[in-house]
């Protein structure tokens, strides 16, 4: 194992930094599908520099490079960029909600002890028809009389 995998699995965000990559990942192949080759490198140029801008001491100068790259672009390609970084962000809110419901189910599990920890809803549902308490009848009309909407 390299030295840089033991010290990976150390890192507190993993989990969300795996998540924004697979979601990210997922997205670019939509980019690529819905908008072309071209647009999706587009995008992948305008990420690098301004994830470049973020961590390098010429900041000012790798600024510059983004916004020469956005006006040079059509209104119709910077509203489709924005439009791309748009629906990214609301990707990483999307791992960032995970990640924090996962931290936090986490914490309740060990403060409880609880060894089976269900975050998935098939495994919740898995337990509820095993447990012997409670009569497949009364599960069945309490999820018959639900109402739910779509959120």
Do not use: C
């Not at 983004?66 to 672009?73: D, F, G």
């Not at 409880?112 to 975050?119: E, G, P, S």
């Amino acid at each position: 194992m390299k030295k840089r995998d033991l010290y990976y699995e150390r890192i507190p965000t993993k989990f969300l930094r795996e998540n924004v990559k697979y979601l990210g990942n997922i997205y670019g192949k939509v980019i690529r599908q819905q908008e072309g080759e071209k647009f999706f490198q587009l995008v992948e140029k305008i990420r690098k520099l301004s994830k470049a801008n973020k961590t390098t001491l010429h900041a000012n100068q790798t600024n510059r490079k983004v916004i020469r790259a956005i006006k040079n672009l059509s209104p119709k390609n910077v509203f489709k960029l924005a439009r791309a970084f748009s629906h990214f962000m609301n990707f990483i809110n999307l791992a960032e909600l995970i990640d924090a419901s996962r931290s936090l189910n986490e914490y309740e599990n060990s403060k409880k002890k609880i060894a089976n920890n269900n975050l998935f809803i098939e495994e919740i549902f898995e337990d509820l028809f095993n447990n012997k308490d409670i009569s497949e009848n009364k599960i069945y009309n309490t999820a018959k009389n639900l109402n739910i909407g779509i959120v």
